[in-house]
């Protein structure tokens, strides 16, 4: 037996045509490293939560509550809580902040940022560019792990950790396309590296406990089609990575009724599906539900998870868009 035995804890569980192309660089550089994120099935209504570029966007002030409760016959699968508002400062400064707070088994963590843009003018539409900046508590729990061998060593360690962490990202929008790309954790803030002492057959052993937040990558593009008077199709990809695990790609397919309901199916190629709807109730105030099934062994013990999201507009200017901004 080794003198020193290591306990991690991972839990991984674009003139124009040139700026754009140099925003795919910038991401896709970062692509190709699982999730300790939230996972969101309504992000296309909640796009805060991963680009702080969108901030000001919809140039108006608007407030999102998002609740998610994930895998629901599985004891200690993840619950997440976010809220987020953002809105127009300037013409060309947008700003807004986003809370969030999640528990997963033995870890509990919360986290606090404040969002802002500078968006100008290319071409037909409007490219921005954001940055957040905030703190992440986690606390994880190590005495409240189960483990299959009841024998084995419990690491003696409970307390929470507190660190700044940086989002960026870059968006651009116009009528009809919107584009967007953005990295979570771009300073891969260490929340967890000690050593404590265990016992392992009356044998005292060196035991270390190291975390660190891993950047995320986001990159996700669509577009919005007028079938007719009624009815709008917006048809949208993104692409998801976290550095040292798998990317997988959302595809997925929204349709506006009427300028009153959305109704949606996503296909996420490393878990299962989502559905969702959303209803206009006025102008102002939106309500949405979704349900997604994974397809994959957790997936089909867990289960299916449910999500509702909640949306306020103030002083929503009367513009018939196709861009995200009807989102």
Request: aromatic share 14%.
């Amino acid at each position: 037996m080794k003198e020193i035995l290591t306990y991690t804890i991972n839990i991984h569980v674009v003139r124009c045509k040139s700026i754009l192309v140099s925003c795919f660089l910038f991401l896709m550089s970062s692509l190709g490293y699982a999730q300790q994120d939230p996972q969101y099935s309504q992000y296309m209504f909640n796009q805060l939560v991963i680009n702080p570029a969108y901030a000001g966007s919809k140039e108006a002030l608007s407030v999102v509550m998002d609740l998610r409760k994930q895998w629901v016959a599985m004891p200690g699968s993840p619950q997440t809580g976010t809220i987020s508002m953002h809105g127009q400062l300037l013409n060309s400064l947008g700003i807004g902040g986003h809370l969030i707070a999640e528990s997963i088994g033995p870890t509990k963590w919360t986290a606090a940022y404040f969002d802002a843009a500078y968006r100008f003018k290319v071409g037909r539409g409007k490219l921005s560019f954001g940055l957040s900046g905030g703190i992440v508590n986690y606390n994880v729990n190590a005495s409240a792990l189960d483990y299959k061998d009841g024998g084995e060593p419990i690491l003696n360690y409970t307390g929470p950790r507190t660190k700044f962490d940086i989002n960026t990202g870059f968006y651009y929008y116009n009528q009809s396309f919107y584009i967007g790309g953005s990295i979570t954790h771009f300073n891969s803030p260490v929340l967890y590296n000690s050593t404590s002492t265990v016992n392992i057959a009356n044998v005292p052993t060196n035991a270390s406990l190291y975390f660190s937040l891993q950047p995320h990558s986001f990159l996700y593009f669509g577009k919005g089609f007028q079938l007719s008077q009624d009815l709008v199709f917006n048809p949208s990809i993104m692409l998801k990575n976290v550095q040292g695990g798998k990317a997988s790609i959302d595809l997925n397919a929204n349709f506006l009724l009427a300028n009153r309901v959305w109704l949606g199916l996503s296909w996420r190629t490393t878990y299962g599906f989502v559905a969702l709807i959303q209803v206009l109730v006025n102008d102002k105030f939106r309500v949405g539900y979704s349900y997604d099934q994974g397809l994959n062994r957790i997936g089909i013990q867990g289960q299916g998870s449910h999500e509702v999201t909640l949306i306020y507009t103030f002083n929503k200017f009367k513009t018939k868009m196709l861009s995200p901004r009807y989102l």
